[in-house]
């Protein structure tokens, strides 16, 4: 049947186009790209179908594709990397242990030899957030007044040593640094600003109407499909009927129209 193959294309296409957003992730503990010599990092390899088969690489300076093995201890799919070296800035992702081809995006992590950083997101932020970048100095661990930079150009001051970015859009993207008066320049680290998805909707005074109605959030796909089917399987009726409908106008100019086709287009109407 038509209507069968097209709905279990439908379906198909759907589930694929999910599987592939969220398939792995590379989550770090703690949240930030940017760290002193000798503190640990946790990188975590995050898969909604599989706990394990996933491994950590990097490219640094030292390799290219480094599997978590000497610089990390790989634990699952997780590989602790206990005492931070400068060398040990770099590229970080997740790929399945089998080589194919499925891996997860990569983040930039860099570890300072210096007396500064720069705490930003490590992960892509979503357009319009507001976003809180701290410097901070290894000693005192006390925030101290800190200038703020973005692609080398000065964009403020920060007293306590935070600067927050409101609502940020594509425009906040780029390399950001900081510097601490008396204590040295940050490593830079890029933020990135993803885009807010048309479906993903806030929660809101009108979702929650919806979600209390009998119809609760159905999946896009199934509000489409009723509308797509009706399409498919009765506009050859409909069409047909006004074809039919016009033959038989052009034919009895004014007269009445027969029986049978104000029986079809009755029909129609309900
Ligand atoms: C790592 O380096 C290799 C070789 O230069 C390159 O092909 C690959 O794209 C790099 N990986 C990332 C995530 O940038």
Redesign the pocket.
Known sequence: MKETSVLFLLILTSVLSRAQIQAIRLTVSPSRSQFFEYESVTLICEDENRSDGWTVRR?TTRG??KRCEGWGKLNGSTCNMNYLVPLDTG?Y?CESMSGSSSSSS?IQLSVSGGSVILQSPVLPVMEGDDVTLSCRARNPTHNLPAAFYKDGSFIGDGPSGHMTLLHVSSSDEGLYKCNVKGHGESPSSRISVKEKLITSSPPSSESVTAAASPISTPPPFTVGLPVFIHLVVFSPYFISTLILVSLYRHKDKGDNLPNSVVMISSTLDE
Request: aromatic letters at 16%; charged letters at 15%; a positive charge.
């Open positions: 490219n290219t594709r590229l992702w990569s």
